[in-house]
Nanobody, 119 residues
Framework: QVELVESGGGLVQPGGSLRLSCVASGRDFRVTDMGWYRQAPGKERELVADITSSDNTNYGDTAKGRFTISRDAAKNTVYLQMNSLKPEDTAIYSC?????????????WGQGTLVTVSS
């Protein structure tokens, strides 16, 4: 079983920055694509950004120019650097990963971390 654990959320003022981290842990697995999604109250979940095992990145429209996704493959960790945060960025941010094991290919999610942008 592979577990994703996010950290780095919290309260930040408009214009501020946060860095989210997500670590995949378990036994006998390999991580391929990883990404961040968010869900604001009353809204559907949306892609923030994702990154492939080749470090190709893709950003949702709301993240372009402000957020940066990166990964440390050796640590099975993906990061999301968020700058120039706006109140509308307030949401639960969840990590997503595509995992391969000896017998399966699975998609798994973290529990999520709350980001609140408010003065």
């Amino acid at each position: 079983q592979v577990e994703l654990v996010e950290s780095g959320g919290g309260l930040v003022q408009p214009g501020g920055s946060l860095r989210l981290s997500c670590v995949a842990s378990g036994r006998d697995f390999r991580v391929t694509d990883m990404g961040w999604y968010r869900q604001a109250p009353g809204k559907e979940r949306e892609l923030v950004a994702d990154i492939t095992s080749s470090d190709n990145t893709n950003y949702g429209d709301t993240a372009k120019g402000r957020f940066t996704i990166s990964r440390d493959a050796a640590k099975n960790t993906v990061y999301l650097q968020m700058n120039s945060l706006k109140p509308e960025d307030t949401a639960i941010y969840s990590c997503n990963a595509h995992i391969t094991t000896a017998t399966a290919y699975i998609e798994t999610w973290g529990q999520g971390t709350l980001v609140t942008v408010s003065s």
